[in-house]
């Protein structure tokens, strides 16, 4: 990303919920959102690949799970996931999760992709990836090619970032983007 994005000073949760879409999201859907400021279908395949790092909580991946287990995960990851999250009724509060990434859980790779063609994707958007025709063939390049994935991902998340910007006395650049700045 370049240096000297201004940050809002606010957090915004409606204008996420509006603008960011939503894991259970349809393909359809993420697809026209992110299209609709300029990232392409490739850029959106690179741009889910974030979900290689980090966790989602239980609460997020148990309508896959109970009932009965989605016919489009692998059975071995569908048992590993219910041992992670055991109970299809988990306290929203609760510190359950399960990683997408078991091998490389911290690190930004296309092990994501690997996993998303052995069925072994966390989310429904993950695994709608490899079923949506439109989607399927940058899966693939990227499982094959980390080098590829990153420079599409860079380039997505470029211009993710300079999407609608704030302006002159709008926001602040933060010293530590993770704090508003002290006044």
Request: with cysteine; hydrophobic share 30%; aromatic share 8%.
């Amino acid at each position: 990303m370049k240096t000297g994005r201004k940050d809002s000073k606010r957090s915004y949760l409606s204008e996420v919920e509006n603008t960011i879409p939503n894991h259970n999201d349809s393909m359809e859907l993420v697809l026209s959102r992110f299209q609709s400021i300029g990232i392409d279908t490739q850029g959106i395949v690179a741009l889910l690949g974030a979900h290689s790092v980090g966790r989602v909580h239980c609460v997020n991946l148990v309508h896959r799970l109970y009932p009965t287990v989605d016919p489009t995960l692998d059975p071995d990851y569908a048992e590993y996931l219910k041992g992670r999250c055991p109970t299809p009724d988990p306290d929203p509060e609760a510190v359950l999760y399960s990683r997408n990434d078991r091998e490389t859980p911290m690190i930004l790779d296309n092990m994501y992709y690997k996993n998303l063609l052995k069925h072994k994707g966390l989310l429904v958007i993950d695994q709608q990836l490899t079923s949506d025709p439109t989607t399927s063939p940058f899966v693939e390049k990227m499982a094959a090619d980390n080098g590829y994935f990153h420079d599409q991902f860079a380039r997505a998340v470029l211009l993710l970032s300079e999407n609608n910007p704030l302006t002159e006395d709008e926001g602040e650049v933060r010293k530590d983007c993770r704090y508003v700045n002290s006044e």
